[in-house]
């Protein structure tokens, strides 16, 4: 089960850092990655992070300016997310699975969190 949140109202060039927390599974076999769905748009990926953390990419949108990381002891992946624009505005979803590292498809991904809304203001 993951279980995100953070998500809320912010201006443009602000910053909010979302986190995921997991259960009930050994959170470090797992991918983590961040996905989101902006209104009317489809669900695309964000940014992912690798089994121990020495690994991360990014969407292209989204390089520069936001930082997945995780903390294995406390079985929860983070999203820093700094110099927001509006056009960041979406339902933030975290996923996880076990599948080899580098995926950016939605359908890779086997666990999802129940997602967390972003408002970015212009």
């Known amino acids: 089960q993951l279980q995100a949140c953070g998500g809320g109202l912010v201006q443009a060039g602000g910053s909010l850092r979302l986190s995921c927390a997991a259960s009930g599974r050994t959170f470090s076999n797992y991918v983590m990655a961040w996905f989101r769905r902006a209104p009317g748009k489809e669900r695309e990926f964000v940014a992912a992070?690798?089994?121990?953390?020495?690994?991360?990419y990014y969407a292209d949108s989204v390089k520069g300016r936001f930082t997945i990381s995780r903390d294995n002891a406390k079985n929860t992946v983070f999203l820093r997310m700094n110099s927001l624009k509006p056009e960041d505005t979406a339902v933030y979803y975290c996923a996880a699975d076990l599948l080899t590292f580098g995926s950016e498809r939605p359908n890779d991904f086997g666990s999802w969190g129940q997602g967390t809304l972003v408002t970015v203001s212009s």
């Open positions: 992070i690798s089994r121990s953390g020495g690994n991360t």
